[in-house]
């Protein structure tokens, strides 16, 4: 089982749907969880982080974190061409090995 | 400037050269790192430095040194590189260690011949 697994798509959505991306994880005393939007050829910027149980919204996206069942998702409303990117998800454990795994990436579309 | 900036934004060199990668940071940052990314796999985490002291190395090869002067600067020296070496090179800060948002460089695309 990969440390943090993320479905490749591609996941393709009309303009101004929903689009849902989960990213599950295998060690539950994970702590901090990070949404990364990358476009082709450029480098990864953050879009959301999350910490505790439950939603935190920030304009259209919404990070949802379920620690008890170990996925954190990405929901993208109103969804726009200009979204279409790979969204990286990574998770930091602060236990007595530190680390942040990240996952492969999931290829979002939107079709105007 | 503001945020992270890379240079070369583009490198291409033989296997016996000797060139190093830049990094700076406007962002006041105390943490910064070395990541390789290749296609297919995932971000590989290669440095980290929290206040100009290394506190880790992920088991990488020891043609790639890294050197932190101050906490604005990193940069990583590379010497006799393998062609499996050739990947996109990005440089990212945060705050104060890895359980915080980072923020990248636009990297420097590597290509070894």
């Known amino acids: 089982q990969k440390e943090v697994e993320q479905n490749s798509g591609p996941l393709s959505v009309p303009e101004g749907a929903i689009a849902s991306l989960n990213c599950t994880y295998s060690d539950r005393g994970s702590q901090s969880f990070f949404w990364y939007r990358q476009y082709s050829g450029k480098s990864p910027e953050l879009i959301m982080f999350i910490y505790s149980n439950g939603d935190k919204e920030d304009g259209r996206f919404t990070a949802q974190l379920n620690k008890a069942s170990q996925y954190v998702s990405l929901l993208i409303r109103d969804s726009q061409p200009s979204d279409s990117a790979t969204y990286l998800c990574?998770?930091?454990?602060?236990?007595?090995?530190?680390?942040?795994?990240w996952g492969l990436g999931t290829s979002l579309g939107v079709n105007p | 400037e503001t945020g992270v900036t890379q240079t070369p934004r583009h490198l291409v060199m033989g296997m016996t050269n000797k060139k190093s990668l830049k990094c700076e940071q406007h962002?006041?940052?105390?943490?910064m790192y070395w990541y390789k990314q290749s296609a297919k796999k995932p971000l590989e985490l290669m440095f980290v430095?929290?206040?100009?002291?290394?506190?880790e190395n992920n088991s990488v090869p020891s043609r790639f040194s890294p050197e932190c002067p101050n906490s604005s600067h990193l940069f990583l020296h590379l010497h006799t590189l393998q062609p499996e070496d050739s990947a996109l090179y990005l440089c990212?800060?945060?705050?104060?260690?890895?359980?915080?948002?980072?923020?990248f460089g636009d990297g420097t695309r590597l290509s070894i011949l």
């Open positions: 990212a800060s945060s705050q104060d260690g890895l359980s915080q948002p980072q923020h």
């Open positions: 990574a998770v930091y454990n602060a236990g007595n090995n530190r680390k942040l795994i």
């Open positions: 430095y929290s206040l100009e002291e290394r506190v």
């Open positions: 962002l006041g940052h105390n943490a």
